[in-house]
């Protein structure tokens, strides 16, 4: 692990004077794509710090390139101008050394593997022994609900089922860094609820950084512990918002008034910069 | 349910009256034309009656043909060169073994052109010039050419068998192995995986739908590309050598019932694949998309 202390700030929740790891340094970061109706800015001189052991949400209407900024961290798509550090390297080699685990949209399960199978699909490419991979499903299996889903197909799981089996697999690895791009997108809001409870029991559990991509408010200030706005054409990032609120969460919370004050804020930050047109 | 039966059994009622009806037709005119040139008395009722009887007919009657294949199927021993299992057995001989080549081979070319450009480029335009000669133009050339290094027997007809059967194999197999879901190409990016990781852990499975639909065709051209071989092997056995001294002494009966055999045969095989692909398709969760 490399020791990277160039930008040790103040944490400003739960636990103030903490000194932390940058896990993520994004600096003038863009990115342009070339298409048939010309060049397209996805993401324009971006400039954002994460700490080590942050949830941070990246929220913004359609087309404001948060995905795309995920996609970048993952080494999914490269910059065409600017830097990123990934604990202190580039993603390409945070992504050769299994530094993260990314949950798509989608579960992205293989259908012709069980959910036990499809757990082990990382450790199996990195090289694990069965014996830990055994361990390492039963452990996240449980922790997500899904004891007794081992031999189960994924067509047999509700869609719920499904995200939360998603979840266990990039977990298995025990990545440092957990991405996630809208992962209960697709869910009912009660479904969602519910998995905003678990994966905040799960992220105290593992002391994960955490990059959350959402374009809900609620869901954003439900799990967040900064809050990224992000507004279209170009993509940018309009504001980056502390949270006051505490590091554990309940659904109680979400009526009172920090609640409210936190998305009235994300609401006028995405108002004012006509993120929303 | 009731319907759908009766729409099966309308449909072979209307082919066999038909069958009957030419058969009465073809043997009938020739009869006619026998008793005109023998300047002896006809009445239709006597045509109609000799017509379904003759001995060697232009077209045979269902029951000539069903009597034929009970007659050397069930009231000849196995062994027996006039036994039409013996024949069978000997063409699904060439034809399993040229199945599993076509099969080994036709993968083989779709791994080397999905991964490789110039292979593509270089490969593909011969793999479909293959299938654009005549089989019956290339299979005594390939005969002679593997008899020449002394191969003979069941070796040139598999090679035959093979050379039909590669094709659907390789087209199918090209377009499944590049049918991976771009999203788990993705997921296996993230886990940085090899391309050996990403071929046996994603690809290949991915492909296996397409597999199946590929096998059936081959199997079916594998067993076409069988009997094509008997014919210029001289073979003394196998459904194509039945079909060509069928043909050499006019046994019409002869020719109908290998034809049946082989339509048979081949349906069965298909239904083998057809089943394995249920099974394994079915455990691997893929039918259920």
């Given at each position: 692990m490399l020791a990277v202390e160039s930008s040790i700030t103040e944490s400003t929740e739960a636990d103030p004077g903490t000194a932390r790891r940058t896990m993520i340094g994004v600096k003038g970061l863009s990115l342009v794509f070339e298409t048939n109706d010309g060049p397209v800015n996805a993401l324009s001189d971006i400039n954002l710090d994460i700490q080590e052991g942050e949830f941070v949400s990246?929220?913004?209407?359609?087309?404001?390139?948060?995905?795309?900024?995920?996609?970048?961290?993952?080494?999914?798509?490269?910059?065409?101008?600017?830097?990123?550090?990934?604990?202190?390297?580039?993603?390409?080699?945070?992504?050769l050394n299994r530094l993260y685990g990314y949950v798509f949209q989608a579960s992205a399960l293989l259908p012709w593997r069980t959910i036990q199978q499809n757990c082990a699909l990382p450790m199996e490419i990195s090289g694990q022994?069965?014996?830990?991979?055994?361990?390492?499903?039963?452990?996240?299996?449980?922790?997500?609900?899904?004891?007794?889903?081992?031999?189960?197909?994924?067509?047999?799981?509700?869609?719920?089922?499904?995200?939360?089996?998603?979840?266990?697999?990039?977990?298995?690895?025990?990545?440092?860094?957990?991405?996630?791009?809208?992962?209960?997108g697709a869910l009912d809001e009660i479904t969602r609820d519910h998995m905003n409870v678990e994966l905040l029991k799960i992220w105290e559990q593992t002391q994960k950084t955490v990059v959350f991509v959402t374009h809900?408010?609620?869901?954003?200030?439900?799990?967040?512990?900064?809050?990224?706005?992000?507004?279209?054409?170009?993509?940018?990032?309009?504001?980056?918002?502390?949270?006051?609120?505490?590091?554990?969460?309940?659904?109680?919370l979400r009526d009172t008034e920090a609640f409210h004050a936190l998305s009235a804020q994300i609401r006028a930050a995405l108002a004012h910069e006509h993120a929303i047109d | 349910m009731h319907e759908k039966w009766f729409a099966i059994a309308s449909f072979i009622v209307i082919i066999i009256g038909a069958w009957y009806l030419f058969a009465l037709l073809m043997n009938g005119n020739q009869l006619v034309n026998n008793y005109e040139r023998r300047n002896m008395d006809w009445t239709i009722s006597s045509v109609v009656a000799e017509a379904y009887q003759v001995?060697?007919?232009?077209?045979?009657?269902?029951?000539?043909?069903?009597?034929?294949?009970?007659?050397?199927?069930?009231?000849?021993?196995?062994?027996?060169?006039?036994?039409?299992?013996?024949?069978?057995?000997?063409?699904?001989?060439?034809?399993?073994?040229?199945?599993?080549?076509?099969?080994?081979?036709?993968?083989?070319?779709?791994?080397?052109?999905?991964?490789?450009?110039?292979?593509e480029a270089s490969l593909m335009p011969w793999v479909i010039a293959s299938q654009t000669i005549p089989i019956l133009a290339i299979a005594p050339m390939i005969v002679v050419v593997l008899g020449a290094v002394g191969l003979t027997g069941l070796v040139p007809k598999s090679i035959i068998s093979m050379y039909l059967s590669f094709f659907p194999v390789t087209i199918g197999m090209v377009k499944g192995l590049r049918s991976a879901d771009s999203l788990h190409m993705e997921l296996l990016h993230t886990y940085s995986a090899n391309a050996h990781q990403l071929f046996w852990k994603?690809?290949?499975?991915?492909?296996?739908?397409?597999?199946?639909?590929?096998?059936?065709v081959g199997i079916a051209a594998a067993l076409v590309g069988a009997i094509v071989g008997e014919l210029p092997t001289g073979a003394q056995g196998g459904l194509g050598a039945r079909l060509l001294s069928g043909s050499y002494y006019g046994q019409t009966t002869q020719i109908w019932s290998a034809l049946f055999m082989a339509a048979l045969l081949g349906s069965v095989l298909v239904w083998l694949v057809s089943l394995a692909e249920k099974v394994l398709l079915r455990r691997r969760g893929l039918a259920h998309e």
């Open positions: 990246l929220i913004g209407p359609s087309g404001c390139g948060k995905t795309t900024l995920l996609r970048v961290i993952a080494d999914l798509e490269q910059q065409t101008d600017g830097s990123i550090t990934v604990n202190g390297t580039t993603p390409e080699d945070a992504r022994s069965t014996e830990h991979q055994n361990k390492q499903i039963d452990k996240y299996l449980s922790m997500v609900g899904l004891n007794d889903f081992h031999k189960k197909y994924p067509w047999q799981l509700s869609g719920g089922m499904q995200q939360r089996a998603s979840i266990a697999r990039a977990l298995c690895i025990e990545p440092d860094l957990l991405l996630m791009d809208e992962p209960f809900s408010i609620a869901e954003a200030v439900m799990l967040s512990t900064k809050i990224v706005v992000m507004s279209p054409r170009p993509g940018r990032v309009v504001s980056v918002i502390d949270s006051p609120l505490p590091k554990m969460k309940h659904l109680g | 001995k060697r007919p232009m077209l045979p009657a269902p029951h000539q043909v069903i009597d034929e294949l009970y007659n050397t199927v069930f009231d000849t021993r196995i062994t027996s060169k006039r036994s039409l299992v013996f024949h069978t057995l000997i063409t699904l001989q060439s034809t399993l073994l040229g199945f599993l080549l076509g099969t080994a081979l036709g993968i083989l070319i779709a791994v080397g052109i999905v991964h490789n450009r110039t292979l994603l690809r290949w499975f991915s492909a296996q739908p397409y597999l199946f639909a590929s096998l059936k």
